[in-house]
C-alpha cells in the first residue's frame, strides 16, 4: 500500500506540471493508494485553486475530479485518541501541518510507503526510514 498525497496526484492532472516519471508511474499504479480522510478536499482544492490561476478550465477540473476518482485512492479513518494524538506530536516534532502530519502517520501505522513531492513530509519521513515514493 502506497499512502498519497495531493501533491503526488497533481501533476497527473494539471498539464503544466512535469508528469510522473516512469519509476513514480510504475509504483502509483500497479497497487493499492491509501489517504487520510481529508485527502478529497485536499484535491478539489488545488483544482479549484488552479482554475482560478487559469491553469485548469471548469470542465478541467470536472475532468480531473472524475480521474481523481479512477484512482481508487481509499481514505483510511483515524482513530480519535491515537489518530489524533499521533498526528498532533508528528506535526510537533518536525514542524508539519496537521494535513501532512496525518498522511505520514497513516504510513507510519499501516507500514504503507509514503507518496509525496512537499520536502517537508519527505524530510519527515526519511527520519523514520520510509519507503518514499517521488521525483
Keep these: 500500500m502506497i499512502v498519497v498525497d495531493a501533491s503526488i496526484i497533481a501533476p ?57 476518482r479512477d484512482f481508487g485512492v481509499v481514505t483510511s479513518l483515524l482513530a480519535p485518541d491515537a489518530g489524533w494524538m499521533g498526528i498532533s506530536a508528528l506535526a510537533d516534532r518536525h514542524g508539519l501541518t496537521a494535513y501532512d502530519a496525518a498522511y505520514l502517520h497513516l504510513a507510519l501505522t499501516s507500514g504503507a510507503s509514503l507518496a509525496s513531492l512537499d520536502r517537508a513530509l519527505i524530510t519527515a519521513a526519511a527520519s523514520y526510514d520510509l519507503d518514499v515514493v517521488t521525483y
Design 12 to 68: 497527473t492532472v494539471l498539464i503544466d506540471e512535469e508528469p510522473w516519471p516512469g519509476h513514480v508511474a510504475m509504483r502509483l499504479t500497479a497497487g493499492p493508494l491509501a489517504a487520510p480522510p481529508h485527502w478529497s478536499v485536499e484535491v478539489v482544492n488545488l483544482l479549484h485553486v488552479a482554475e482560478r490561476r487559469g491553469r485548469l478550465t471548469r470542465a478541467g477540473r470536472q475532468a480531473a475530479i472524475e480521474k481523481m
